[in-house]
């Protein structure tokens, strides 16, 4: 089990919630409370990658790049910081617009009971935060 | 001033934030003596088996919740697409779950390549999904369709392992259904035979395995149609006793006779009422 960093305190201000994550420990700011926190909090992005270097080693290098090139455009059309987006034209280019998995079923963000801040996240976006 | 930490976006699927908690609880919990509710199994017997002109699969109907019997007729053969079907042991929601996601996916994909899906296709997406949650999904399957290339049948496991084979058992009875086809399995059965084998398999899980109980029901697949049978036999009948006399009611009727209880004394008062008053008040019929 390999220490992580990226796992601090998660409440708000910052500070560690301990009715949901229990009492601070370093072990816990560490580790990751399950085995399959990790892959599945990088799964997209490991998918991904593997798919960019299958490309790569078949059709040459300007077809991943030129993927990739659109990906960063289509990551750019979003609605505010702080509302959730369909990201329909990422999906159609990475071809998982017609499938379903349990992302889309379980905690769908669109049904949070949360918000971020508005003006908070919109100041983060535009580098004034 | 204190500044709030600002989210991320969150991502749909599994959220692991009560992972830590939960764990936490559960060790206080056996210190105290108090165990943590477990999740509903099918602690089961399926299996399936390739005939002649098609698959017969076959499970039985009972839903285990640790040592208590939580569905005496649940149904474990899922639908998957109008020519594959699935058993499901393990983890009762799991199984639903994880089949129900596949029959989706399934279904979108023929609609976007325009063919009957193949049993393959549905392996191969149930294997792949299994294997990226490491087991942590208990769904133990068995797969079985008619597609154009002619029946198929496949066993998968919960961490993602598949076998594609000719007589397939899986679930806590599938050592006794095993022995039966190991048995009298021969290749190109015929439908009847076939049934008669898969019922006689799912029977021997019934009997010789506390999770499997209850009923024993089939389904049979060949091309272009299906027979979704259940339930086909019920092992099991709750109210009859076993090897006594037919044709004697022996399930006891609980209500007493009249003068069961003996009556002692009998005392009848009259109340006396005086009308005071009469009104009529109309109802709003409009």
Known sequence: IVPVAGLCPQGSYGIQDSLRSGFTSVKNELLPSHPLELSEKNFVLNQDKMNFSTLRNIQGLHAPLKLQMEYRAARQIQRLPFLQSSNLALDTLRGSDDTIGFEDILSDPAQSETMGEPHMMVEYKLGLL | MATLAVRRAPLGGFSFENCKRNSILESEASKVGFSVPTARKTG????????????????????????????????????????????????????????????????LHALSTGRQPRVATANRMLKQMLFRYQGYIGAALVLGGVDCNGPHLYSIYPHGSTDKLPYVTMGSGSLAAMAVFEDRYKTGMEEEEAKQLVRDAIAAGIFNDLGSGSNIDLCVITKGNVDYIRPHDEANKKGVRHGELEGVQLTGDYRYKRGTTAVLSKVVNPLDLELLEETVQTMDTS
């Open chain 2, 44 to 107: 089961t017997t399926i299996c399936g088996v390739v005939f002649k002109d098609g698959i017969v699969l076959g499970a039985d109907t009972r839903a285990t919740e640790g040592m208590v019997v939580a569905d005496k007729n649940c149904s474990k053969i899922h639908y998957i697409s109008p020519n594959i079907y699935c058993c499901g042991a393990g983890t009762a929601a799991d199984t639903e779950m994880t089949t129900q996601i596949i029959s989706s996916n399934l279904e």
